[in-house]
């Protein structure tokens, strides 16, 4: 289990990562982070060992072995309409890679919510949000990261394109200090966010640090059979792709709608 102690060691924000419960064992840490954000204050965050159904992106499951890993979950209860959610998915993804960028862990986004180590990947992010009358009553922010998995550890289908931090550098790190640098990061984006309105410093890590911009990639939309070939340009200042489709001509794309290969990526 976590030592809080040592998270709250190295945190130095407000209300993020400030309440804190952990399980050895749950479904999911986004669904036990939905039956609490009815009472809780933001920032909260849910912890667990181990999960049975980890859920993923596009209804896929995340791998959830036991005590190797960090699953999490961030309660956040924004003033803020619907689309806003995505933002969240970019802060997320942005005080990851900062924070495994300032433990000396390069690594990369796969925009909008994955986070590789040499193409593979490393972290994936799952954002949900939970709606009262049409308001967002609370978005709760999934992070899965594999810490100290193994190659042995690793389910054969998922093996090729799946990485962890002691695979990476073959060093043991106290899971502890990673949460306290992403909450660290997460505080100061999201912050930006609420009190400005703009996600200006997050866009300048998901673009610095980014896996496919200037890169050719396949995007394969949704429910779609196609596979297009595009080339990535840019991220936009909503967060949004700027891809050359294939007539030559500049398109924007909507996150949570496409998956995204390219060479060397898995
Ligand atoms: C993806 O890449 O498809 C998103 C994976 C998100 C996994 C995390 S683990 C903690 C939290 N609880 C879940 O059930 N999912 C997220």
Same mark, same amino acid.
């Given at each position: ?11 130095? &924000? ?147 394109? &799946? ?39 997050? /866009? ?8 496919? !911009? ?11 059979? &196609? ?8 991220? &936009?200042?909503?967060?949004?792709? /700027? ?21 060397? !990526?898995?």
């Amino acid at each position: 289990m976590y030592n809080y102690n040592k998270i709250t060691e190295y945190l130095d &924000t407000q209300y993020i990562g400030r309440t804190f419960v952990q399980y050895e064992e749950v479904d999911s840490t986004n669904n036990k982070a939905k039956h609490i954000s009815k009472n809780c204050p933001e920032g909260m965050v849910v912890l667990a060992e181990s999960q049975t159904a980890g859920k993923g992106r596009l209804g896929r499951t995340w791998f959830s072995p036991k005590e190797k890993n960090i699953y999490m979950s961030l309660i956040l209860k924004p003033n803020s309409q619907p689309q806003n959610v995505v933002k969240l998915t970019h802060i997320a993804a942005a005080s990851v890679s900062k924070a495994l960028e300032e433990l000396n862990i390069e690594n990369r986004i796969k925009w909008p919510n994955d986070i590789l180590i040499n193409g593979k990947k490393l972290c994936g992010i799952l954002c949900e949000m939970i709606l009262k009358k049409k308001e967002i009553h609370s978005i709760i922010v999934g992070i899965g990261i594999n810490v100290n998995l193994e190659q042995s550890d690793i389910d054969s289908e998922i093996k090729d394109k &799946t990485i962890s931090i002691k695979m990476y550098n073959n060093e043991k790190i106290e899971r502890e200090k990673i949460i306290a640098y992403i909450f660290n990061n997460f505080e100061r984006y999201y912050n930006e966010l609420k009190d400005y309105n703009t996600i200006k410093s997050t /866009l300048d890590i998901c673009k610095r640090n980014s896996a496919i !911009i200037n890169k050719y990639v396949e995007i394969n939309k949704l429910g779609k059979k &196609t596979i297009r070939k595009v080339k990535v340009l840019d991220i &936009t200042d909503d967060g949004e792709l /700027l891809i050359k489709n294939e007539k030559d001509e500049k398109e924007i794309i909507i996150s949570g709608e496409v998956s995204i290969r390219g060479e060397g !990526i898995y």
